[in-house]
């Protein structure tokens, strides 16, 4: 796992998780991802996962921003997609406050049944000219 997140990805020549930490403490409140998909670097897979103490605050949306935003400073990034369960309405707010839209709905097999994955995942995606038509 430790190779896996340390890695840092030809394309960017960074990393493809980042530790999201308080500001005042510096506790540890979660982790996101913004990891190339390939070794090109044109299309980036963003994710997010943090500590239940940390909903609700905008984080998820800040970090997501962030991260949305230096992607697409650089020259490489052509297109930022991410996908949840269709019934995760909060991270289906972070992903369209972040600037992402609804692409589709799919309907994966799922090795463990699980509350509301009968309602499939929902991809969204951002690309470089609809970020840059919001600034």
């Not at 409140?29 to 997010?48: H, I, N, Q, T």
């Not at 998820?60 to 921003?65: K, S, W």
């Not at 020259?75 to 692409?103: F, Y």
């Amino acid at each position: 796992m430790l190779p896996r997140l340390l890695h840092r990805h030809p394309a960017t020549g960074r990393p493809g998780y980042w530790a999201a930490e308080d500001r005042g403490t510096g506790r540890f409140l979660g982790w996101f991802a913004f990891r190339p998909l390939d070794d090109g670097g044109a299309e980036v897979e963003l994710g997010y996962r943090l500590r239940r103490a940390a909903w609700g605050r905008g984080l998820a949306t800040e970090g997501a921003r962030a991260l949305v935003d230096d992607g697409f400073a650089g020259p490489l990034l052509q297109r930022v997609c991410a996908s949840t369960m269709t019934v995760n309405a909060a991270s289906r707010r972070v992903l369209e406050r972040t600037g992402l839209r609804l692409v589709r709905t799919v309907h994966l097999p799922w090795p463990e049944v699980i509350d509301g994955s009968e309602h499939g995942d929902v991809e969204y995606a951002l690309t470089r000219a609809e970020w840059a038509a919001r600034r």
